[in-house]
C-alpha cells in the first residue's frame, strides 16, 4: 500500500508539489512563532548568565534582574565581602532610559559594571574599564544607523560608542556603562536634580571560593545580611524566565492557537481535495475487493509521506524568514531548531493532519464503486 501511494505522488507531480508548499508553509507559521517564544526565554536567561556570577544578591523580596527595581544599600557589600566563602564581589545597577534622536523614541535598559558583569556576544569594538564609553545592543545600532565612535547622548551628557553587542530582553535592546560614566551622568546631565530617584547599586555578583559550597555560601549570606535575598545565576535565570512565559505566554498562546486552527484549515481543505481527486483510485480498490483497513491505511501513508516532504521544507522556510526578521529587527530572536518544540509542532502537525483525512475519508469510503468510476470518467 506504502508503494501505491508513493506511485500516486509520483504521477501527479504538480499537485504533490503545491499541496507539499502548502503544509510546509503553514507548519513554518508555527513554528516561527514558536521558534520566536522560545527566543524571548533564552535571552531573558542569558541576560543573567552572561554577567558569570555564581550567585546573585537581591533587594528583599525581588525575585527578578528584569523588569524589576532593586536597591541595595551601599554598606551591604562590605558585610557580603567579609561573609565566609565569598571570593569577590561586582556590583551592578539597572537604569531603565528613553534614547530620543531623530524624533524618535526607544526605551534602553543601561547596565552599569564595575569588574565584572560588562558585556558578552561583543560583535565589534572594544569594553571601556573607565570613562564616558557605553557598548551598545546591536538593535540600538542598527535602528538609529549608529557605528563605533559616534556620540550617544542621554539626557544632554554624551556617551561615545565603543564597541557593538548582541544582548536584549523582554524586547528591549541594552546598553553598558561603566561607574565613572553613570557618575558623570548623574552630575552633569539633566537628571542631576532627580538623582536621589536613582539607586546606586541594584545587584551585586558574587563569586565564591569554592564551587561545591555555592548552597552553603548563600543560605549564610541569607542569615548574616537580612537586607538582601540571594540567588544562584540559574535560579534567578529561570525566574526571569518564568516572568518571561507569564509576559508572552498568553499571547504566543492565543497566537499559535489561531495558527494551529487555520493549519487545520488548510491541511483538511488540501487533504479532501486529495482524496476526492483519488476517488477513482479508491473506488477500484474497494471494487478489487480492498477491505476498509487497506483504505485506512492508504489514507495514513498518504498523510505521513506528504508531511515528511513538507516538515523538512517547513524548517527551511522557518529558517529563511527568522533570519530576514533578526537582520531587519536584531532586538528579536527566533530559535527554530529546539528539538522538543520540533517534536511537539510535529507531532501536533500529524495529529491536525489527521484529523483533517478523516472526513473526506469518510466520504470516500461509504461511495459505490460503479457510481464513482462513472463519476470519474465523466
Do not use: W
Not at 508503494?3 to 504533490?16: D, I, M
Not at 508555527?30 to 535571552?43: A, H, M, N, P, S
Not at 549564610?220 to 535560579?235: N, T, W
Amino acid at each position: 500500500m506504502l508503494k501505491l501511494v508513493y506511485r500516486q505522488l509520483a504521477c501527479g507531480k504538480a499537485n504533490t508539489v503545491i499541496t507539499v508548499l502548502a503544509l510546509a508553509a503553514a507548519i513554518a507559521v508555527i513554528i516561527i512563532l514558536k521558534g520566536f517564544e522560545q527566543g524571548q526565554y533564552l535571552q531573558l536567561k542569558n541576560i543573567v548568565l552572561n554577567r558569570g556570577s555564581d550567585l546573585v544578591a537581591v533587594q528583599k523580596e525581588v525575585k527578578n534582574f528584569i523588569a524589576t527595581r532593586s536597591v541595595i544599600p551601599q554598606l551591604v557589600r562590605q558585610k557580603v565581602d567579609s561573609a565566609p566563602g565569598v571570593k569577590a564581589t561586582h556590583p551592578i545597577t539597572t537604569l531603565p532610559i528613553i534614547y530620543n534622536k531623530q524624533g524618535r523614541q526607544t526605551p534602553v535598559y543601561l547596565i552599569v559594571f564595575d569588574s565584572s558583569g560588562g558585556p558578552s556576544n561583543l560583535l565589534s569594538g572594544r569594553v571601556e574599564s573607565e570613562g564616558n564609553g557605553i557598548v551598545l545592543d546591536q538593535a540600538l545600532a542598527k535602528k538609529y544607523a549608529l557605528k563605533l565612535g559616534d556620540p550617544f547622548i542621554v539626557s544632554d551628557f554624551q556617551f561615545v560608542i565603543t564597541g557593538i553587542t548582541r544582548e536584549a530582553a523582554f524586547m528591549m535592546p541594552f546598553a553598558f556603562i561603566t561607574y565613572d560614566g553613570v557618575l558623570d551622568l548623574f552630575l552633569e546631565s539633566e537628571i542631576a536634580p532627580d538623582l536621589s530617584v536613582f539607586p546606586l547599586l541594584s545587584f551585586i555578583l558574587i563569586d565564591v571560593t569554592d564551587d561545591k559550597s555555592i548552597k552553603s555560601v548563600r543560605q549564610a549570606l541569607e542569615q548574616k545580611v537580612p537586607e538582601i535575598d540571594v540567588f544562584s545565576s540559574e535560579q534567578l535565570a529561570l525566574n526571569d524566565q518564568e516572568l518571561g512565559k507569564d509576559f508572552f505566554g498568553p499571547i504566543i498562546g492565543v497566537l499559535v492557537f489561531v495558527g494551529f486552527i487555520l493549519m487545520l484549515m488548510v491541511i483538511g481543505l488540501l487533504m479532501y481535495a486529495n482524496m476526492a481527486r483519488n476517488q477513482r483510485n479508491f473506488s477500484v480498490l474497494k471494487a478489487l475487493g480492498f477491505r476498509e483497513k487497506a483504505l485506512v491505511s492508504y489514507t495514513v501513508y498518504y498523510v505521513v509521506l506528504l508531511l515528511l516532504f513538507a516538515f523538512p521544507l517547513s524548517l527551511c522556510l522557518a529558517l529563511i524568514i527568522s533570519s530576514i526578521i533578526e537582520s531587519i529587527a536584531p532586538v528579536y530572536l527566533f530559535v527554530v531548531f529546539d528539538l522538543l518544540m520540533l517534536l511537539k509542532v510535529s507531532s501536533l502537525t500529524l495529529l491536525f493532519a489527521s484529523i483533517g483525512s478523516i472526513i473526506p475519508f469518510l466520504i470516500l469510503r461509504k461511495c459505490d464503486p460503479v457510481i464513482a468510476l462513472q463519476s470519474a470518467n465523466t
